[in-house]
C-alpha cells in the first residue's frame, strides 16, 4: 500500500506542476477570445529551403541602325519604273521621292497622250517578311481633267510600281527586332544583330 500512495502523490505532483505550468502560460500571453496567440516555431519544425540560384540573363546584342538614304531609294525607283512596260500613250518621268520626318512623298509627272500630269503620293513603309516595302497611302492626279478609267489605269500602275519596289534588310539584323522611322533624308531601320549560331 505504500507503494500505491506514494505512486498517488508522484501522479498528483506531476499534475499540479503541468497545471502551474499551463495557468503560467495563460497569464503570460493573454489572448483575446477567439484569437490564437502567435505560434512559435519549433526549431525541429522549420525546414531549410534552397534559395533558387539566379539565372544568369543572357546577354543581348546592343542595338543598331541601319539607313536607307533618299538618294538610294530615289535610284531604286528610277530603275524600277525604267524596267517596266507601259501601256501605250503613258510614260513616267521626273520621279522623285522626298523623306521628311513622319512621311514619305513621290512626286512625278505622268505624260498622258502628249499632256503631262502631276502626281504625287503619300507612301508609308512597312516590314514585309525580310524586307522593307512602300504602302501607298495616298494619291493625288491634278491637272488636266481625265476621263476616270484613265485616272483608275494610272492610280494602278502607280500602286503596283510601288508594291513591286522591296529593299532587303541588311543580313545582320535579327527581323523580329526591326523598327522603321523616316526621318528627313533617309529610311532609319533599327534593331539588334541576328544572334551568332
Known sequence: MGRFLWGLGLLGGLSLVLALAWLAGQLSSPTISGVL?????????????????????????????????????????????????????????EIRVTLLPGQITAKATVQVSGFDLPVEAGLQPFL????????LESLSLSGTALPAPLRDQIARLITDQVAAL???LPPDLDPATARLAVEAGRLVISGRPRASI
Open 128 to 135: 514585309d517578311g525580310e524586307t522593307v516595302a512602300l504602302r
Open 166 to 168: 522591296r529593299f532587303p
Open 37 to 93: 496567440p502567435p505560434a512559435t516555431p519549433s526549431p525541429t519544425a522549420a525546414r531549410s529551403v534552397p534559395s533558387p540560384v539566379p539565372t544568369p540573363a543572357l546577354a543581348q546584342a546592343p542595338e543598331r541602325q541601319w539607313m536607307l538614304s533618299e538618294e538610294e531609294i530615289n535610284a531604286r525607283l528610277r530603275a524600277a519604273v525604267a524596267t517596266t512596260p507601259l501601256p501605250a500613250g503613258l510614260a513616267v518621268r
